[in-house]
């Protein structure tokens, strides 16, 4: 059932699942509503208490006009979290909702207990650029006929091996995409956050242990953006899933509750 938390004005809708255990949010990325995380949210809810929310932009949180910055959806976690009645909280963030955990985790770290960055990068001109397929789709979308483009985002995003081995995880996400997806405005002001965030030269600064989980190959994300947070973060472990895409997350959600209640609980 929806809540509803108040970000200097703007509503940003939540929900928290599970009964018991510790904090989590979760922090989703481009496009991405509180639903569209696949059954990861139900499997960590088996363990902690999950907090999972509409960044500004999408789902039922309001969408003002952008464009929108990480600054300002670090404020929107933040009101989702005391909203919720979370002082502190392991943090979850998925590509864009990976800047936002960084950006977090550097500004609030009396907020953030453990980090996890999945898909992600530190941003800015000294991380590894989208790869050809990734600016390829998102140079088309904009164009699109609106269902085609959110199947072409999607299929973009999976990789090549998901489309052609889970052909009804494609179905299952494009479906969910054709109910949830945002207006292209707000699509755009999420971009612009994501484009203009950069804390390669301040990651050294995130005190909290930190897991980077990355899939390759990632057609949205250069996979080696990962081994960056790695190395940039003092107190960081890196996983690499072979053969996921940049929707891990939605395409190996049992794998990847293992692995993060395995580093949440150790």
Known sequence: MSAFADSGGVRIAYEVQG?????V???HGLGYDRFGWGPLPERLAERFRVLVFDNRGVGESDAPEGPYTVSQMVGDTLAALDAAGFERAHVFGASLGG?????LALTHPERVDKL????????????YP?????LEAFAKYPAMEREAGLRFMVENALGERGVRELPELVEEIWR????????????????YAAMTFDAYDRAGGIAAPTLV????????????????????????TLHVVRDRGHLLVWEDAVAVAGLVTEFLAA
Request: a negative charge; proline letters at 10%.
């Open 130 to 134: 989208m790869p050809a397929a990734g």
């Open 25 to 27: 949010v979760l922090i």
């Open 99 to 103: 800047l936002i955990a960084q950006e």
């Open 213 to 236: 989980v990355h899939g390759t190959p990632d057609n949205v994300v250069d996979t080696r953006n990962g081994e960056l947070l790695a190395q940039l973060i003092p107190n960081a």
């Open 116 to 127: 996890v960055l999945c898909s992600t990068a530190p941003g800015g001109p000294k991380s």
């Open 19 to 23: 009964e018991a255990g510790e904090p």
């Open 176 to 191: 969910y995409r054709l109910e949830h997806a945002p207006s292209l405005a707000a699509w755009q002001a999420q971009a």
